[in-house]
Every structure is written in C-alpha cells, then in structure tokens.
C-alpha cells in the first residue's frame, strides 16, 4: 500500500471543541486545520468502512450520557452533527463508543451509575435505529473512585461485548440471545484495582487498571466451557524513577504488532497520568511473548496523557495529548526504542484533550 502523504487527526477532549489537525510524515509536522464545536467529547471514532463517519461520546457532567454521529468533510477537516441518543443515564459520562456487527451498530460505556447501551445504526450509519438496549450495572469497590458501578470501555470479542467496569473491579462478559444482550460471566479482580480499558488477543485479556497502575494477563476461556478465567500475570505501568505513585492513574492500552517483524513479540502500549515527574508522564511498552515484561518507558513531556490512539493503516503512529498540558504529540513506531518523537503541537487553541481518531487526508 502507497504511504498516505498526511494523516487528518481528530482530537476530543473536555474542551468545547473537536480539534482538526494535519499530520504530515514526511515534514514531521501536526499543523492545525479547524476545530468544530462539540462540548465534551470525550472520545472519537469511526466507522469500520467509510472514515467520514465519526461517532463521539459525550461527557458532559449534568447532562445526560450521549453519543453523537457526525460527518467529516475530509478536505476542511470540518464535521456536522447528524444525531444524538442518550447511552442511558441522567446524569453521568459517557466515555466509550465503538462500532460493533461491522459497523450495523454502536456499542458504549457510560460512567455513573455504570451502563453500557447497544445501539443499531440506520443503513446511512449516521441515524439510529430505535432508541437501543441499556444494560444498568450494580456493584462497587472499596476506593472513593468506586462508589458505584463504572463502565469505562466496551469491546466486542467473537460473539461477546466485554465491559470493563472500573467500580466493581469486573470485566462483564455479555452475550446476545434474541435481540437481548445480558450478563452471562465476569471476571474479577481483587478489590481497589479499577479495570478501565481491555485488549483482546490470542485469547487472552489484557486489562489495565487505573487505580493500581497495571496490566494484568487473563486466560480468556470460552464461556460455554463453565471455566473460570485465570490470573497470568500482573505487570506495574509506574517507570522506575518515579518517585510518587499517589496522583497516578494508568489510562489507555493499545496492541499492535511489533514494527521490527519477524517473531518478534507483539506490543502493548499503556498511558501513565499523573507521573511527579519533571519528564512528564511516560508511556509504558510490554512485550508479551514469551512473557509480559514492560520494556521501556517513553517519557512525554506532556501531563495526564489519557487517550492514545493509533495513526496510519498499519498503525505506524500513536498520537497523544496532556490533558493538564504539554500539546499533542505523534510518535513512530520504532524497532529500535520502540518510540520515536515525530511531531507536536503546543497550542494555546487545542486544550484538555483526551481522544483521538485519524482519517486520510488529501
Ligand atoms: C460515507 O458517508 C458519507 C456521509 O453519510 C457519505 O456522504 C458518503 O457517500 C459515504 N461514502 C461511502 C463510500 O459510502
Ligand atoms: C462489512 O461491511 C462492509 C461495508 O458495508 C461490507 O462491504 C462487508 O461485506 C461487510 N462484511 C461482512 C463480513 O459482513
Ligand atoms: C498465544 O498463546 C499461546 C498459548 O498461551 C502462547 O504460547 C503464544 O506465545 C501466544 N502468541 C502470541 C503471539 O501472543
Ligand atoms: C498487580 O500489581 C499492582 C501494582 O504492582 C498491585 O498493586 C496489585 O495488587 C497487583 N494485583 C494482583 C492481582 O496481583
């Protein structure tokens, strides 16, 4: 495949606006296009077969939990809303939003009292089809962040949508039967952890836990199997260095293949938030063959890095933002160092970021 010239970068976040940004590899440049109002959109995505279709979840505090379908007009990097459909609670967040069934449908995570909410999509995948089935969690943790029950990301696995849920220490195992999604396993972690977001592969869970600062391995049997899924392995995201844990809370888990080829291990990539660190907070890569070992800790410059996202179609980039500060930045995908600094930008304009989504750009 011929190398896209540039990248059109979205960027969400506790801001009042979607920031629009070109990535231009082979300047090394992240110049700003435009930015779209839309409070509070949290974190971005889009459909599986046509990128002009972005889907943003809303968290808007006092306001109900929402997704929003938009259309991007690629040349601007302008979007336009096409609809609104509350996830299912009066007053909370909603923090996650995927496409699932090949993009027929939307699944999503809303944070308190802790609802996922499934949702077809109109054929034109920008309308939706009937107002969808909300599932209300009920549980809690012994930490103040776990007063209820918490869903923080959904991810559809063979015929399950899994759902971690960061105040129960659970990742919910949901199946379909009919047109009715329910509970039908979990797996739990013990109390205090907070799961918030997951990667499956290969038939193992890896589950990053905000309140611990960790990656956790799970086997992953099959449901009908009546097994329960067992601990493999726990690794800190915290860099040696740092000096005080107590503000931190890990965010964010890619999976990729690794760029060096060969049979060399797969990656995961985590976000650290809150590292004391002059350096800023540091993003943590595992190997996980033959082990889950963290083998390097790439210091940002930026503060309270939350979402990270993958840029490219073989996932070449992983571009991130400091919440609190220090811009947007795009790395590379490195064999040697893992990540390589490739461009940033600092503006004034393009604050509290949180989520990313990318597009080819013309
Ligand atoms: C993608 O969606 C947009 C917005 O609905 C539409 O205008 C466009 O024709 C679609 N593209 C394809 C290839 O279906
Ligand atoms: C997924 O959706 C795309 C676009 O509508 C379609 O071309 C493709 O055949 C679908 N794949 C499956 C497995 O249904
Ligand atoms: C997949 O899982 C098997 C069995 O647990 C393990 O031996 C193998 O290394 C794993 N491969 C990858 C690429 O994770
Ligand atoms: C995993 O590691 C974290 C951080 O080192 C620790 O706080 C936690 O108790 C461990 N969890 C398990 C299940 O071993």
């Known amino acids: 495949m011929a190398a896209a010239a540039a990248f059109l970068i979205l960027v969400g976040g506790y801001s009042n606006y979607i920031s629009s940004l070109r990535f231009t590899p082979s300047t090394s440049t992240l110049t700003y296009l435009t930015q779209t109002a839309s409070p509070s959109a949290t974190w971005l995505t889009q459909h599986p077969s046509n990128s002009s279709i972005i889907y943003a979840a ?7 939990g929402a997704i929003t379908t938009m259309v991007l007009n690629p040349s601007t990097g ?9 996830t299912g609670t009066a007053n909370g ?31 034109d995948r920008t309308s939706f089809s009937g107002t969808g089935q ?4 009920v549980g809690s943790g012994p930490l103040p962040n776990q007063a209820s029950a918490h869903a923080h990301q959904t991810l559809q696995y ?21 047109n009715s999604w329910s509970q039908a396993a979990s797996i739990s972690f013990p109390p205090g952890h907070g799961p918030r977001h997951m990667v499956v592969t290969n038939n193992t869970l890896y589950t990053i836990h905000q309140n611990y600062n960790s990656v956790t391995q799970n086997t992953l049997p099959a449901i009908s199997s009546g097994q329960a899924s067992q601990l493999v392995a ?15 809370q890990a965010a964010e ?30 993003i943590t890569v595992f190997e996980i063959t033959p082990q889950l070992k963290a083998v390097a800790h790439i210091r940002t410059g930026m503060q309270q890095v939350r979402g ?4 490219g179609p073989t996932k070449q980039y992983i571009v991130a933002g400091g919440t609190n500060g220090g811009g947007v930045k795009v790395y590379e995908r490195t064999c040697q160092g893992y990540l390589t600094q490739k461009a940033a930008l600092n503006s004034g304009q393009i604050t509290q970021t949180t989520g990313f989504t990318w597009v080819p750009s013309s």
């Open 58 to 64: 809303k968290e808007v505090w006092n306001q109900p």
């Open 158 to 178: 063979n015929d399950e949508i899994l759902v971690a849920d960061l105040g129960s220490d659970l990742v919910r195992r949901l199946t379909k039967s009919g």
């Open 234 to 248: 726990n690794v800190t995201t915290v860099p040696p260095g740092t000096t005080s844990t107590s503000n931190m």
């Open 93 to 123: 967040g909603t923090v996650y939003v995927e496409p699932i069934n090949n993009g027929t449908a939307l699944a999503a995570a809303d944070f308190t009292p802790g609802t996922a909410m499934i949702v077809p999509l109109g054929n």
């Open 253 to 282: 888990l890619l999976y990729a293949e690794s760029p060096c080829g060969g049979s060399a291990s797969p990656l995961l990539y985590a976000s650290n938030r809150g590292d004391p660190s002059s350096q800023g907070d540091a």
């Open 78 to 86: 302008s979007l336009k809303t096409v609809a609104t459909i509350n």
């Open 308 to 311: 990270m996202s993958f840029v």
């Open 134 to 137: 909300v599932l209300k969690f």
